[in-house]
DNA sequence: CTCCTTTCAATACGGTCGTATCGATACGAA
DNA sequence: TTCGTATCGATACGACCGTATTGAAAGGAG
């Protein structure tokens, strides 16, 4: 009789969550958002359609969880690159950050084919602009770190203004990766990869002044 | 009894199908991909189901008859500006090209959700991600022709690579329309339309030496 | 004029969708 | 043990989907 004490969880209920999530980003890198139903979904965790239902309440919550299971995703790896003292330097670091943000692996890529999946959804709906909003706050912020951390230790250009470089770079990573996303299947992976060192090269060449004038031209 | 000479034709094929394209280019702008289907087509068209399924045959035929449509539309767009001697000059032709392809205005931000909706689907389907190759070959040209015409009247750095500034440029664009497209609506297109005139300033600013330093800081 | 072909709207069909509902089952509380 | 509740798979329902079909209307060819 106790309100809500009572509670038989034979499951956990997050981790279940997050599973059902997980056969989403499959089925949605596999075959596309439209292809995503209750049913698929439930199919492709081993479930029945009740048991989605219940976790879950109706598809549009679904679909919200796993996008911020992606933004969790993301936001946890590139917060775990710790750049500073003592730590990862400038090159490595935005090496580490770039490389996760972009579609630098098979993993990756099929990640980069469901945010752009998402980021249609976003250019239509306002509830999912927002949570691509806060990816974009969280990737501007490990940029921001890693930048800082340059003009720190002197690895950038003294009048480079890091805030504006930071912005490059959050466009670059977009171009980029939305480069990729387009690419037939099968496409190697080159392109992106080699962004990121073109960027690690380019930023990183200040160090040298007797290169800072072939960077220019 | 003319094999095929027997054409009755009450209106112009072509028209009609570029219209009902448009009505589904204004769907999708809306409201997104998903929700574009023979139905809603033909309605926002204001035509019968059948009329649709006439002209179209099948959805799949529809959806790429409007993606090359808009293809169409953009790289006329493009190829109109024309850079070169007694043309434009190098930084008001780029900036057009840039104009063009950039979300700068209402329009071309409704067009850059759709070309989203587009994205998503080229990664998950080859046959779409071939017709947006075909677009980033319309764009890498333009912008090329653009570039080459810098180079040749000394605007640009000469040591500049031009080919790899027009990777960089094609970069820069998808960057900076995918950002504008998952802005919440409503928000104002000053960042398209400052990127373009950062692009410019930043490409143009070889032109005087004393301000090559500025640009690097 | 009469035919013949194209156009057209309307509707039918089979399927999938999101969601609601429902009996059976499993397990903690008493 | 018995009871009550949470979980489960299965199924039902109405809506919309892509597509096929059908019969009426329309306008050049003879």
Redesign the interface.
Known sequence: MCQNAFVPRYVDKDERRRQVAGALHRIA??????KVSIRTVAAEAGLSVGAVQRDFGTKDELLHFALRQMLANVAKRISEVRIGPGRLSFAEGLRRVLTELLPTDDDRLAE??VW??F????????RF??V??EL?AHSREALRAAVGWAVETGEL?????PDALVELL???????W??A?????GTPLDAPRA?VEAAITALTVARRDDR?A?A??
Chains 1, 2 share one sequence.
């Not at 980021?119 to 306002?126: G, I, N, P, Q, S």
């Not at 250009?157 to 203004?161: L, N, R, V, W």
Request: glycine letters at 8%.
């Open positions: 890198a596999r075959e596309g958002l439209e980069a084919r752009s999946a980021y249609a959804r976003a250019a239509v709906d306002d602009a927002d691509l909003a974009d250009a003294p009048g480079q203004d959050l466009v670059l990573v977009d171009g980029v939305l480069s996303v387009r690419q037939p299947s962004a800072a072939d220019r031209g």
